[in-house]
Protein backbone atom coordinates (compact mmCIF):
# COMPACT_ATOMS: atom_id res chain seq x y z
CA UNK A 1 0.00 0.00 0.00
CA UNK A 2 1.58 3.38 -1.28
CA UNK A 3 1.86 5.77 1.72
CA UNK A 4 2.26 9.55 1.13
CA UNK A 5 5.01 11.07 3.05
CA UNK A 6 4.44 13.30 6.30
CA UNK A 7 4.56 16.94 4.63
CA UNK A 8 1.92 15.80 2.44
CA UNK A 9 -0.44 14.37 4.66
CA UNK A 10 -0.48 17.36 6.48
CA UNK A 11 -1.06 19.87 3.45
CA UNK A 12 -4.14 17.17 2.65
CA UNK A 13 -5.33 17.75 6.17
CA UNK A 14 -5.42 21.64 5.69
CA UNK A 15 -6.62 21.83 2.46
CA UNK A 16 -9.57 19.97 4.00
CA UNK A 17 -10.17 21.87 6.71
CA UNK A 18 -10.00 25.35 5.04
CA UNK A 19 -12.63 23.57 2.20
CA UNK A 20 -14.99 23.01 5.26
CA UNK A 21 -14.73 26.27 6.54
CA UNK A 22 -15.18 27.90 3.38
CA UNK A 23 -18.33 26.11 2.57
CA UNK A 24 -19.58 26.49 6.07
CA UNK A 25 -19.21 29.94 5.98
CA UNK A 26 -20.70 30.20 2.60
CA UNK A 27 -23.32 28.21 3.73
CA UNK A 28 -23.73 30.38 6.76
CA UNK A 29 -24.06 33.59 4.49
CA UNK A 30 -26.61 32.53 2.18
CA UNK A 31 -28.80 31.40 4.97
CA UNK A 32 -28.43 35.52 6.67
CA UNK A 33 -29.02 36.21 3.13
CA UNK A 34 -32.30 34.30 2.40
CA UNK A 35 -33.75 34.90 5.58
CA UNK A 36 -32.87 38.70 5.59
CA UNK A 37 -33.39 39.68 1.49
CA UNK A 38 -36.83 39.96 2.05
CA UNK A 39 -36.14 43.18 4.18
CA UNK A 40 -33.62 44.94 2.21
CA UNK A 41 -34.43 48.01 0.03
CA UNK A 42 -38.27 47.39 1.20
CA UNK A 43 -39.90 50.93 1.96
CA UNK A 44 -40.48 51.58 5.44
CA UNK A 45 -43.96 51.84 6.77
CA UNK A 46 -45.48 54.34 8.99
CA UNK A 47 -47.93 55.12 11.63
CA UNK A 48 -50.10 58.56 12.50
CA UNK A 49 -50.75 59.69 15.78
CA UNK A 50 -52.17 63.37 15.28
CA UNK A 51 -55.80 63.01 12.82
CA UNK A 52 -57.94 65.42 14.53
CA UNK A 53 -57.28 68.88 16.83
CA UNK A 54 -59.02 70.03 20.01
CA UNK A 55 -61.84 71.65 18.28
CA UNK A 56 -64.74 73.12 20.94
CA UNK A 57 -68.33 72.73 20.17
CA UNK A 58 -69.60 75.01 17.73
CA UNK A 59 -71.09 78.12 18.55
CA UNK A 60 -74.16 79.74 16.79
CA UNK A 61 -74.98 82.02 13.86
CA UNK A 62 -77.34 85.04 15.06
CA UNK A 63 -79.46 84.71 11.72
CA UNK A 64 -82.04 87.17 12.27
CA UNK A 65 -85.77 86.68 13.31
CA UNK A 66 -87.66 88.16 10.32
CA UNK A 67 -86.77 87.78 6.78
CA UNK A 68 -83.97 85.77 4.92
CA UNK A 69 -80.37 86.01 5.18
CA UNK A 70 -76.91 84.72 3.79
CA UNK A 71 -73.67 84.59 4.58
CA UNK A 72 -70.72 84.20 2.62
CA UNK A 73 -66.76 84.12 2.93
CA UNK A 74 -65.01 83.67 -0.27
CA UNK A 75 -61.32 83.00 1.35
CA UNK A 76 -63.15 80.06 3.09
CA UNK A 77 -64.81 79.05 0.01
CA UNK A 78 -68.36 78.98 2.68
CA UNK A 79 -71.52 79.93 2.02
CA UNK A 80 -74.87 79.26 3.90
CA UNK A 81 -78.10 81.13 3.83
CA UNK A 82 -81.21 81.37 6.28
CA UNK A 83 -84.75 81.18 4.49
CA UNK A 84 -83.17 81.60 1.20
CA UNK A 85 -86.17 82.84 -0.80
CA UNK A 86 -86.90 84.58 -3.42
CA UNK A 87 -88.05 88.21 -2.85
CA UNK A 88 -87.77 91.93 -3.79
CA UNK A 89 -84.46 93.08 -3.12
CA UNK A 90 -85.35 97.11 -3.73
CA UNK A 91 -81.85 98.54 -4.69
CA UNK A 92 -79.48 95.66 -3.97
CA UNK A 93 -80.31 95.50 -7.98
CA UNK A 94 -77.88 98.27 -8.32
CA UNK A 95 -75.26 95.99 -7.77
CA UNK A 96 -75.73 94.25 -10.66
CA UNK A 97 -76.23 97.55 -12.60
CA UNK A 98 -72.94 98.39 -11.38
CA UNK A 99 -71.70 94.73 -12.57
CA UNK A 100 -73.16 95.27 -16.22
CA UNK A 101 -71.67 98.83 -16.56
CA UNK A 102 -68.28 97.51 -15.76
CA UNK A 103 -68.24 94.49 -18.35
CA UNK A 104 -69.16 96.72 -21.11
CA UNK A 105 -67.05 99.54 -19.59
CA UNK A 106 -64.47 98.10 -17.67
CA UNK A 107 -62.68 100.89 -15.47
CA UNK A 108 -59.66 101.33 -13.85
CA UNK A 109 -58.95 102.92 -10.66
CA UNK A 110 -57.97 106.69 -10.69
CA UNK A 111 -59.53 106.50 -14.48
CA UNK A 112 -62.88 108.53 -15.52
CA UNK A 113 -64.49 106.73 -17.93
CA UNK A 114 -66.80 107.46 -20.61
CA UNK A 115 -68.68 110.40 -19.94
CA UNK A 116 -71.96 112.35 -21.17
CA UNK A 117 -73.85 115.46 -21.27
CA UNK A 118 -77.25 115.57 -19.26
CA UNK A 119 -79.88 115.97 -21.49
CA UNK A 120 -84.31 116.91 -20.99
CA UNK A 121 -84.98 113.39 -20.15
CA UNK A 122 -82.08 113.16 -17.36
CA UNK A 123 -83.47 116.10 -15.86
CA UNK A 124 -87.07 115.00 -16.00
CA UNK A 125 -86.46 111.55 -14.91
CA UNK A 126 -84.46 112.87 -11.53
CA UNK A 127 -87.48 115.21 -10.98
CA UNK A 128 -89.89 112.27 -11.20
CA UNK A 129 -87.36 110.26 -8.56
CA UNK A 130 -87.41 112.91 -6.33
CA UNK A 131 -91.07 113.80 -6.23
CA UNK A 132 -91.48 109.69 -5.88
CA UNK A 133 -89.59 109.94 -2.45
CA UNK A 134 -87.34 107.46 -4.23
CA UNK A 135 -83.34 108.07 -3.44
CA UNK A 136 -81.57 110.53 -6.22
CA UNK A 137 -79.00 112.82 -7.31
CA UNK A 138 -79.89 116.24 -8.57
CA UNK A 139 -78.60 117.02 -11.99
CA UNK A 140 -78.72 120.01 -14.24
CA UNK A 141 -79.19 120.58 -17.99
CA UNK A 142 -75.97 120.26 -19.69
CA UNK A 143 -73.46 119.10 -16.53
CA UNK A 144 -71.17 116.80 -17.37
CA UNK A 145 -70.82 113.39 -15.77
CA UNK A 146 -68.54 110.48 -16.16
CA UNK A 147 -68.66 106.42 -15.73
CA UNK A 148 -66.43 106.90 -12.23
CA UNK A 149 -69.25 109.58 -11.06
CA UNK A 150 -72.12 107.68 -12.01
CA UNK A 151 -71.45 104.77 -10.60
CA UNK A 152 -70.46 106.57 -7.29
CA UNK A 153 -73.78 108.06 -6.97
CA UNK A 154 -75.18 104.62 -7.49
CA UNK A 155 -73.42 102.51 -5.14
CA UNK A 156 -73.03 105.61 -2.55
CA UNK A 157 -76.46 107.15 -2.48
CA UNK A 158 -78.08 104.78 -4.02
CA UNK A 159 -79.35 107.50 -7.00
CA UNK A 160 -81.71 106.00 -8.43
CA UNK A 161 -82.00 108.41 -11.86
CA UNK A 162 -77.84 107.32 -12.13
CA UNK A 163 -78.80 104.13 -12.83
CA UNK A 164 -81.13 104.70 -15.86
CA UNK A 165 -78.14 107.13 -17.19
CA UNK A 166 -75.74 104.29 -16.77
CA UNK A 167 -77.66 101.85 -18.61
CA UNK A 168 -78.29 105.59 -21.31
CA UNK A 169 -74.18 105.25 -21.54
CA UNK A 170 -73.29 101.55 -21.41
CA UNK A 171 -76.07 100.04 -23.78
CA UNK A 172 -78.17 103.05 -24.51
CA UNK A 173 -81.24 102.46 -22.95
CA UNK A 174 -82.95 100.67 -20.24
CA UNK A 175 -84.61 97.91 -22.20
CA UNK A 176 -81.13 96.68 -23.48
CA UNK A 177 -79.36 97.07 -20.65
CA UNK A 178 -82.23 94.91 -18.32
CA UNK A 179 -81.73 92.43 -20.98
CA UNK A 180 -78.37 92.05 -20.43
CA UNK A 181 -78.55 92.09 -16.72
CA UNK A 182 -80.88 88.81 -16.69
CA UNK A 183 -78.53 87.62 -19.44
CA UNK A 184 -75.24 88.22 -17.20
CA UNK A 185 -77.67 86.54 -13.88
CA UNK A 186 -78.30 83.89 -15.89
CA UNK A 187 -74.27 83.28 -16.61
CA UNK A 188 -73.25 83.69 -13.21
CA UNK A 189 -75.73 81.00 -12.07
CA UNK A 190 -78.22 83.13 -9.93
CA UNK A 191 -80.94 81.29 -10.41
CA UNK A 192 -83.38 82.53 -8.00
CA UNK A 193 -82.48 85.82 -9.65
CA UNK A 194 -84.70 88.47 -12.33
CA UNK A 195 -84.57 91.85 -13.06
CA UNK A 196 -87.32 94.46 -14.17
CA UNK A 197 -85.41 97.57 -13.73
CA UNK A 198 -81.61 99.06 -12.93
CA UNK A 199 -82.60 100.81 -10.22
CA UNK A 200 -84.38 98.03 -8.00
CA UNK A 201 -87.65 100.60 -7.58
CA UNK A 202 -89.91 97.97 -9.19
CA UNK A 203 -90.72 94.94 -7.06
CA UNK A 204 -90.82 92.64 -9.82
CA UNK A 205 -86.59 93.07 -9.75
CA UNK A 206 -86.29 89.60 -7.24
CA UNK A 207 -83.52 87.93 -6.08
CA UNK A 208 -82.06 85.46 -3.21
CA UNK A 209 -79.96 86.37 -0.04
CA UNK A 210 -76.97 83.94 -1.10
CA UNK A 211 -77.30 84.76 -5.18
CA UNK A 212 -77.04 88.66 -3.73
CA UNK A 213 -74.17 87.51 -1.91
CA UNK A 214 -72.35 86.29 -4.58
CA UNK A 215 -72.96 88.63 -6.71
CA UNK A 216 -71.62 91.44 -3.79
CA UNK A 217 -68.64 88.93 -3.54
CA UNK A 218 -67.89 88.89 -7.40
CA UNK A 219 -68.67 92.60 -7.87
CA UNK A 220 -66.13 93.63 -4.73
CA UNK A 221 -63.07 91.60 -6.51
CA UNK A 222 -63.31 95.34 -8.90
CA UNK A 223 -60.74 97.65 -7.12
CA UNK A 224 -62.73 100.71 -8.57
CA UNK A 225 -66.36 99.45 -6.71
CA UNK A 226 -64.11 98.24 -3.72
CA UNK A 227 -62.81 102.18 -3.18
CA UNK A 228 -66.40 103.88 -3.73
CA UNK A 229 -67.80 100.98 -1.52
CA UNK A 230 -65.91 101.92 1.41
CA UNK A 231 -66.82 105.90 1.11
CA UNK A 232 -68.90 107.48 3.58
CA UNK A 233 -70.37 109.97 1.29
CA UNK A 234 -69.61 110.95 -2.43
CA UNK A 235 -69.07 114.74 -4.01
CA UNK A 236 -70.74 115.31 -7.43
CA UNK A 237 -70.42 118.35 -9.47
CA UNK A 238 -74.33 119.97 -9.26
CA UNK A 239 -75.72 117.84 -6.39
CA UNK A 240 -72.82 118.31 -4.16
CA UNK A 241 -71.67 116.25 -1.19
CA UNK A 242 -74.28 113.39 -0.59
CA UNK A 243 -73.81 110.68 2.65
CA UNK A 244 -73.84 106.96 1.75
CA UNK A 245 -77.13 105.32 3.51
CA UNK A 246 -75.13 101.72 3.93
CA UNK A 247 -75.43 101.35 7.53
CA UNK A 248 -71.94 101.23 9.80
CA UNK A 249 -70.13 102.12 6.96
CA UNK A 250 -66.59 103.01 7.81
CA UNK A 251 -67.21 101.63 11.35
CA UNK A 252 -66.69 98.29 12.46
CA UNK A 253 -63.96 97.18 9.81
CA UNK A 254 -67.58 97.80 7.74
CA UNK A 255 -66.74 98.65 3.79
CA UNK A 256 -69.28 98.44 2.04
CA UNK A 257 -71.34 96.80 -0.01
CA UNK A 258 -75.19 98.36 -0.18
CA UNK A 259 -78.09 98.50 0.98
CA UNK A 260 -81.92 99.31 -0.22
CA UNK A 261 -85.63 99.50 1.70
CA UNK A 262 -88.90 99.51 0.11
CA UNK A 263 -92.56 98.52 1.50
CA UNK A 264 -92.58 95.77 -1.00
CA UNK A 265 -89.06 94.67 -0.30
CA UNK A 266 -88.04 95.75 3.34
CA UNK A 267 -85.02 96.40 4.65
CA UNK A 268 -82.12 95.07 3.16
CA UNK A 269 -78.38 95.09 3.67
CA UNK A 270 -75.35 93.65 2.06
CA UNK A 271 -72.28 94.39 4.38
CA UNK A 272 -68.87 93.52 3.65
CA UNK A 273 -66.81 93.18 6.84
CA UNK A 274 -63.20 93.12 6.99
CA UNK A 275 -61.56 90.07 9.13
CA UNK A 276 -57.94 88.70 9.76
CA UNK A 277 -57.26 85.35 10.02
CA UNK A 278 -54.05 83.55 9.96
CA UNK A 279 -52.22 86.66 8.94
CA UNK A 280 -54.23 87.49 5.67
CA UNK A 281 -57.22 90.28 5.94
CA UNK A 282 -60.22 88.83 3.75
CA UNK A 283 -63.87 90.05 3.39
CA UNK A 284 -67.25 88.55 4.78
CA UNK A 285 -70.40 89.38 3.07
CA UNK A 286 -73.42 89.48 5.54
CA UNK A 287 -76.80 90.06 3.42
CA UNK A 288 -80.38 90.47 5.29
CA UNK A 289 -83.69 90.68 2.64
CA UNK A 290 -86.89 91.82 4.04
CA UNK A 291 -86.08 93.23 7.69
CA UNK A 292 -89.02 95.13 9.38
CA UNK A 293 -89.02 98.06 11.77
CA UNK A 294 -88.41 101.80 12.04
CA UNK A 295 -86.73 103.12 8.79
CA UNK A 296 -86.45 99.54 7.37
CA UNK A 297 -82.85 100.56 7.00
CA UNK A 298 -81.59 100.54 10.45
CA UNK A 299 -82.72 96.87 11.69
CA UNK A 300 -81.71 95.58 8.23
CA UNK A 301 -78.18 97.20 9.01
CA UNK A 302 -78.50 95.72 12.67
CA UNK A 303 -78.75 92.55 11.54
CA UNK A 304 -76.31 92.21 8.91
CA UNK A 305 -73.71 93.49 12.31
CA UNK A 306 -74.66 90.66 14.48
CA UNK A 307 -74.92 88.28 11.65
CA UNK A 308 -71.07 89.26 10.75
CA UNK A 309 -69.86 89.85 14.63
CA UNK A 310 -71.37 86.15 16.02
CA UNK A 311 -68.74 84.78 13.15
CA UNK A 312 -66.35 87.12 13.43
CA UNK A 313 -65.58 87.11 16.41
CA UNK A 314 -65.29 83.97 17.51
CA UNK A 315 -62.26 82.35 17.09
CA UNK A 316 -60.44 80.04 18.26
CA UNK A 317 -56.27 79.40 18.15
CA UNK A 318 -54.09 76.15 17.85
CA UNK A 319 -49.92 76.21 18.39
CA UNK A 320 -48.73 73.26 17.32
CA UNK A 321 -44.87 73.62 18.38
CA UNK A 322 -41.47 72.19 16.57
CA UNK A 323 -41.12 68.64 17.61
CA UNK A 324 -44.55 67.74 18.45
CA UNK A 325 -44.78 63.85 17.63
CA UNK A 326 -47.17 63.00 15.14
CA UNK A 327 -46.49 59.29 13.83
CA UNK A 328 -43.88 57.16 13.72
CA UNK A 329 -41.21 55.41 10.71
CA UNK A 330 -39.07 52.58 10.15
CA UNK A 331 -38.84 49.17 9.36
CA UNK A 332 -39.83 45.89 11.65
CA UNK A 333 -38.88 46.84 15.16
CA UNK A 334 -36.54 49.72 14.55
CA UNK A 335 -38.71 52.58 14.18
CA UNK A 336 -38.33 56.35 15.07
CA UNK A 337 -40.94 59.46 15.63
CA UNK A 338 -42.01 61.35 13.12
CA UNK A 339 -42.40 65.23 14.36
CA UNK A 340 -43.53 68.23 13.06
CA UNK A 341 -40.53 70.31 11.55
CA UNK A 342 -41.83 74.01 12.29
CA UNK A 343 -43.99 75.91 14.71
CA UNK A 344 -47.46 76.17 13.38
CA UNK A 345 -50.57 78.39 14.36
CA UNK A 346 -53.53 78.42 13.30
CA UNK A 347 -56.82 80.11 13.51
CA UNK A 348 -60.65 79.60 12.62
CA UNK A 349 -64.18 80.34 13.47
CA UNK A 350 -65.82 78.51 16.23
CA UNK A 351 -69.20 79.18 13.89
CA UNK A 352 -68.15 77.82 11.03
CA UNK A 353 -67.23 74.27 10.29
CA UNK A 354 -63.82 72.57 12.02
CA UNK A 355 -60.29 72.30 10.49
CA UNK A 356 -59.70 69.07 8.84
CA UNK A 357 -55.92 67.25 9.44
CA UNK A 358 -53.94 65.01 6.81
CA UNK A 359 -50.68 64.39 7.30
CA UNK A 360 -48.83 62.39 4.55
CA UNK A 361 -45.29 60.06 5.88
CA UNK A 362 -43.47 59.52 2.67
CA UNK A 363 -42.50 55.66 2.18
CA UNK A 364 -38.28 55.45 2.94
CA UNK A 365 -35.95 53.08 1.49
CA UNK A 366 -32.88 54.73 2.91
CA UNK A 367 -31.72 56.46 5.61
CA UNK A 368 -32.65 59.50 6.84
CA UNK A 369 -32.21 61.58 9.29
CA UNK A 370 -33.04 64.98 11.83
CA UNK A 371 -34.37 68.21 9.74
CA UNK A 372 -34.61 65.60 6.73
CA UNK A 373 -38.28 66.34 5.19
CA UNK A 374 -40.50 62.69 5.30
CA UNK A 375 -43.83 63.90 4.81
CA UNK A 376 -46.10 67.10 5.40
CA UNK A 377 -48.86 67.86 7.99
CA UNK A 378 -51.75 69.58 6.46
CA UNK A 379 -54.85 71.90 7.99
CA UNK A 380 -57.22 73.20 6.08
CA UNK A 381 -59.79 76.15 7.27
CA UNK A 382 -60.51 77.60 3.94
CA UNK A 383 -57.32 76.96 2.52
CA UNK A 384 -54.43 74.85 3.16
CA UNK A 385 -51.48 75.11 5.93
CA UNK A 386 -48.85 73.03 5.73
CA UNK A 387 -45.94 71.91 7.89
CA UNK A 388 -43.02 69.59 7.05
CA UNK A 389 -42.69 66.87 8.97
CA UNK A 390 -38.73 65.07 9.99
CA UNK A 391 -37.58 62.27 12.15
CA UNK A 392 -36.60 62.93 16.13
CA UNK A 393 -33.18 60.95 15.57
CA UNK A 394 -31.43 59.06 12.77
CA UNK A 395 -32.80 55.64 11.22
CA UNK A 396 -30.83 53.03 8.93
CA UNK A 397 -32.90 50.05 7.47
CA UNK A 398 -31.93 46.69 7.88
CA UNK A 399 -28.78 45.55 6.26
CA UNK A 400 -26.74 42.40 6.36
CA UNK A 401 -24.15 44.00 9.06
Known amino acids: MHRFPPSLRVLRGLVTRSKSKTFNATL ?13 HQPSTSTTSLTQLDVPAATSIAWPHVGSAALVIPALGYERSYHNEVVPIASLTKLMTAYVTLQK ?29 ESSAAVALGETLCEN ?47 ADASGVDPASVSTALDTGELASLLMESPVIREIAAQ ?10 LGSYTPFIGTNNVVGVKSGRTQA ?13 NGRTELAYAVVLGAQGGDLLGPAGDEAL ?44 TSLPSPTVTMHIDPETQSVTPGEVVGTLSVQVGDVRQVPLTVERPLTPIGLG
Request: aromatic content about 8%; overall charge positive; some cysteine.
Open 149 to 195: QLLAGLMVHSACNFATMLANLAWGGTTAFVQHMNADAKALGLTGTHY
Open 105 to 133: LPLDPGKVGPCLRVNAGDVVNYEADRNNG
Open 265 to 277: AGGCDVMAMTFTL
Open 306 to 349: ALEKSVLLRQRSLWIPAGTVVGTLGWANQRVNVVVKNHLRLSWF
Open 28 to 40: ATGMIFMLQSPLL
Open 232 to 241: SSVTLPVAGT
